[in-house]
């Protein structure tokens, strides 16, 4: 038996991820390429104990022992069913998860994110004692990782990479790739499904300066699930195709080269530009998806307000109320105070940029 403990932080799309490759769906390739920042501070902790058996699965999320009926089980359980699938190997064992995050759990925190490559790395710090040919082949490095980590959920592939800091997750085949997996050999199929995966280009040290300040909006749980949200605008959103290719090959280039040159005022109008994207795609689903509130919209008026003399925040939204507002540290102070005044102080918690997944002592 070998129990593993591990913690991995959160991540914050600003390039956002919003569908999956329609023939590849079962693998979380995704139709555009993403790019995000680890966040220091927001975090999920899971114990993980892997013994002989016969595939069976316990999950306990925040202290509460989730039964197999249990709408949280279902991520976890069809997780593990494709592991099984990819690593036969790893059939032989009974897994026993004990995760637990410091923060909302499915409020739009991305908790799926943090849960999900805190999932793989304790995965690959049981291989590596257990199955260690199965550790080399397919845990031994971040890049490898990031493809187990997608498999949860896709956004928790940018939370892999060791490094941390601003990590691109790359899309890997086109979304037009007319194969679907059961007509490619299975090498082949091994190639793609590891064509799409993240990779840190910047660590934290490149800007110690960028704040990134969470706020909660809203108590509760969200009314569409990202997974089924992202499906219905793949199906039913006439303009998706022209988006995805306008942030591939207009937008992420450049973002990266703003993040490289630190250029605060140019990066935060092209954050707010995304995030605007984003929900206007879903505005153009079929019927319409709206994640925004009246607070969320009254933030988004604050930033506008403090940015008119000089550029000194951004906001992003996921699938999700709360907003996540970036400043610097100079402006920290009075972006956050003026947040604390719409959603109350206890609602606002400031982090920065962090690393990616540690092993921690159990
Ligand atoms: P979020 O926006 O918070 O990622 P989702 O609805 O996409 O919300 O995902 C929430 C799901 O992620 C939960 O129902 C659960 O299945 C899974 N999840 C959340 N936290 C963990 C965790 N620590 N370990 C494993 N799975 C988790
Ligand atoms: C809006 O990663 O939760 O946060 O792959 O189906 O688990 P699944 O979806 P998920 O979607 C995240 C969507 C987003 C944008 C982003 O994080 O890039």
Same mark, same amino acid.
């Given at each position: 038996?070998?129990? +593993?403990?591990?913690? &991995?932080?959160?991540?914050?799309?600003?390039?956002?991820? *919003?569908? #999956?490759?329609?023939?590849?769906?079962?693998?979380? +390739?995704?139709?555009?390429?993403? /790019?995000?920042?680890?966040?220091?501070?927001?975090?999920?902790?899971?114990?993980?104990?892997?013994?002989?058996? !016969?595939?069976?699965?316990?999950?306990?999320?925040?202290?509460?022992?989730?039964?197999?009926?249990?709408?949280?089980?279902?991520?976890?359980?069809?997780?593990?069913?494709?592991?099984?699938?990819?690593?036969?190997?790893?059939?032989?064992?009974?897994?026993? =998860?004990?995760?637990? !995050?410091?923060?909302?759990?499915?409020?739009?925190?991305?908790?799926?994110?943090?849960?999900?490559?805190?999932? &793989?790395?304790?995965?690959?710090?049981?291989?590596?004692?257990?199955?260690?040919?199965?550790?080399?082949?397919?845990?031994?490095?971040?890049?490898? /990782?990031?493809?187990?980590?997608?498999?949860?959920?896709?956004? &928790?592939?940018?939370?892999?990479?060791?490094?941390?800091?601003?990590?691109? *997750?790359? #899309?890997?085949?086109?979304?037009?790739?007319?194969?679907?997996?059961?007509?490619?050999?299975?090498?082949?199929? #091994?190639?793609?499904?590891?064509?799409?995966?993240?990779?840190?280009?910047?660590?934290?040290?490149? *800007?110690?300066?960028?704040? +990134?300040?969470?706020?909660?909006?809203? #108590?509760?749980?969200?009314?569409?699930?990202?997974?089924?949200? @992202?499906? @219905?605008?793949?199906?039913? !959103?006439?303009?998706?195709?022209?988006?995805?290719?306008?942030?591939?090959?207009?937008?992420?280039?450049?973002?990266?080269?703003?993040? &490289?040159?630190?250029?605060?005022?140019?990066?935060?109008?092209?954050? @707010?530009?995304?995030?605007?994207?984003?929900?206007? @795609?879903?505005?153009?689903?079929?019927?319409?998806?709206?994640?925004?509130?009246?607070?969320?919209?009254?933030?988004?008026?604050?930033?506008?307000?403090? !940015?008119?003399?000089?550029?000194?925040?951004?906001?992003?939204?996921?699938?999700?109320?709360?907003?996540?507002?970036?400043?610097?540290?100079?402006?920290?102070?009075?972006?956050?105070?003026? /947040?604390?005044?719409? =959603?109350?102080?206890?609602?606002?918690?400031?982090?920065?940029?962090?690393?990616?997944?540690?092993?921690?002592?159990?």
């Amino acid at each position: 038996m070998v129990k +593993i403990t591990v913690r &991995a932080p959160t991540n914050i799309a600003i390039v956002k991820y *919003w569908g #999956k490759n329609p023939l590849w769906e079962y693998f979380h +390739i995704p139709t555009k390429s993403s /790019l995000s920042f680890t966040v220091d501070g927001l975090y999920t902790e899971t114990m993980l104990e892997v013994e002989e058996g !016969n595939g069976e699965v316990s999950f306990t999320l925040n202290g509460e022992e989730i039964k197999p009926e249990q709408k949280e089980f279902e991520y976890v359980d069809v997780y593990i069913k494709k592991l099984f699938e990819l690593v036969p190997e790893t059939k032989g064992y009974n897994y026993r =998860v004990v995760s637990k !995050n410091n923060f909302p759990t499915a409020a739009g925190f991305a908790s799926s994110a943090s849960g999900f490559a805190a999932m &793989a790395k304790a995965l690959q710090g049981a291989m590596k004692e257990l199955e260690p040919e199965v550790y080399e082949e397919y845990f031994s490095d971040d890049k490898k /990782l990031s493809v187990f980590a997608r498999l949860g959920s896709g956004s &928790a592939t940018r939370s892999i990479p060791s490094e941390g800091g601003v990590v691109v *997750w790359h #899309k890997g085949i086109p979304m037009d790739f007319p194969k679907r997996p059961e007509d490619v050999p299975d090498e082949e199929k #091994k190639d793609i499904i590891f064509s799409s995966y993240a990779e840190s280009l910047f660590p934290p040290e490149h *800007w110690p300066e960028l704040r +990134i300040i969470y706020t909660k909006v809203k #108590k509760g749980e969200k009314a569409v699930k990202s997974r089924a949200g @992202m499906k @219905m605008t793949i199906k039913t !959103n006439p303009v998706y195709s022209q988006w995805v290719e306008y942030e591939e090959n207009k937008v992420l280039p450049r973002v990266i080269d703003r993040i &490289a040159d630190k250029n605060f005022p140019q990066l935060a109008n092209d954050i @707010m530009m995304m995030s605007n994207g984003l929900h206007a @795609m879903m505005y153009y689903t079929e019927p319409r998806i709206r994640y925004l509130n009246d607070t969320s919209e009254q933030i988004i008026d604050a930033v506008l307000d403090l !940015n008119e003399s000089e550029v000194k925040a951004a906001y992003t939204f996921d699938a999700g109320p709360n907003a996540v507002v970036f400043t610097l540290a100079q402006y920290e102070s009075e972006v956050s105070s003026r /947040l604390a005044e719409i =959603v109350g102080k206890e609602n606002v918690f400031v982090t920065k940029m962090g690393k990616g997944p540690v092993f921690v002592e159990g």
